[in-house]
Each structure stands twice: as structure tokens, then as C-alpha cells.
């Protein structure tokens, strides 16, 4: 096995290297502006998984008062409730037909293997749950990853072999004919 440490390829079983899919040498249109969108999309992320969850909790508190404290019992199931919103959020949107959560669609990214491949549900939710768990633990570190190299890719992406790339210039949107 061999191993190209330029971040170029990855390693095969026949000795070579195999180039990555999105070379950001010879496009950096594809990763242009990527970190500070991907800060945006986060945000907006974050609004989507929390609003359910809020209401969740204010229902809970309601419910409560209406049943004399007895429907406060529901507490105890919101925090699992809110993290498996966030995994089930983060597989079925990056798992869908276009790779992205709803804030990497308002900002115009999506999410794709090394080799090219569209996200599927599994890696949707390992790229969230490895998120949460490196920034538990190194978060200066995970962000300052993705400013020292070509692709923008933050510490999880590494692991888990994804790229960010910018949707539109990936697969350009054809211009509508004008009038003759």
C-alpha cells in the first residue's frame, strides 16, 4: 500500500493512488467561500432543530399544567427526544437527493464523498454525531483544520472521507432560452 500525504489521494490495495474527486488545484470554484458558508448553514441548522424542540418543551410545560403536574413525567424523555430529532435531521436531509441539510441548501453547498459519491442516511448521521463529539472535545482545533487546507474540510470530514463543495458551480443550473 502507498500513501500520498499531500492530501492529493488516498490509499489502494493495488499500491497506488487514488486521486480524489474534487481537486481544489484545478477547481477552486467548487470550494470558494465554503468555511464561511458552512458557518451560515450551521445557524440556520441550528433554528431548524430547535424550533421542534422548543415547541416540544413548551407543549411539555402546558401539558403539565393542564394535568397538575403529572404530564411534567415528559421531561425526562425530551433531551434523548431533541438528540434523536438532531441525527434523524442531519441522515434524512444529507441522506435526500440533494446532499444538503436545509441551511447548506439556503447557502448553496452540499455534501459528497471523496470519490464523488452523494451522502446517503448512515453518513448523514455519523457526519453529525462525529461533529458534535470533536467540537466536545477539540473545538478550536476542528474549525482551525479547515482554514490549512485546499478543501475547506474540517476535522470530521477527514474521518469520514466528505467534502463540502459549492452545489451551483458543481452542477451548473442551465440558463432558460430568451426570446428570438
Not at 402546558?62 to 434523524?88: K, M, R
Not at 439556503?106 to 455519523?126: H, Q
Not at 476535522?155 to 459549492?166: E, K, P
Amino acid at each position: 500500500m502507498s500513501y500520498d500525504s499531500s492530501d492529493s489521494g488516498v490509499w489502494r490495495n493495488d499500491g497506488g493512488v487514488q486521486p480524489h474527486a474534487y481537486d481544489p488545484y484545478l477547481h477552486p470554484e467548487l470550494f470558494r467561500g465554503v468555511a464561511t458558508r458552512r458557518v451560515f448553514a450551521f445557524l440556520i441548522d441550528m433554528v431548524v432543530i430547535s424550533v421542534p424542540v422548543i415547541l416540544g418543551y413548551v407543549f411539555i410545560a402546558l401539558f403539565g399544567v393542564v394535568t397538575l403536574g403529572i404530564g411534567w413525567a415528559l421531561f425526562w424523555i425530551a433531551w434523548p427526544a431533541s438528540v434523536i430529532w438532531a441525527i434523524v435531521y442531519y441522515g434524512a436531509c444529507i441522506g435526500g437527493p440533494s446532499s444538503a441539510t436545509i441551511g447548506m441548501r439556503v447557502m448553496d453547498l452540499e455534501l459528497r464523498t471523496w470519490y464523488g459519491a452523494p451522502g446517503y442516511f448512515v453518513l448523514g448521521a455519523t457526519h453529525a454525531v462525529l461533529f458534535w463529539i470533536t467540537v466536545s472535545f477539540l473545538s478550536p482545533f476542528v474549525v482551525l483544520v479547515g482554514l490549512f487546507n485546499g478543501r475547506r474540510r474540517l476535522l470530521h470530514d477527514f474521518v469520514l472521507g466528505t467534502v463540502v463543495i459549492n452545489n451551483s458551480v458543481r452542477a451548473p443550473v442551465p440558463q432558460a432560452a430568451g426570446p428570438y
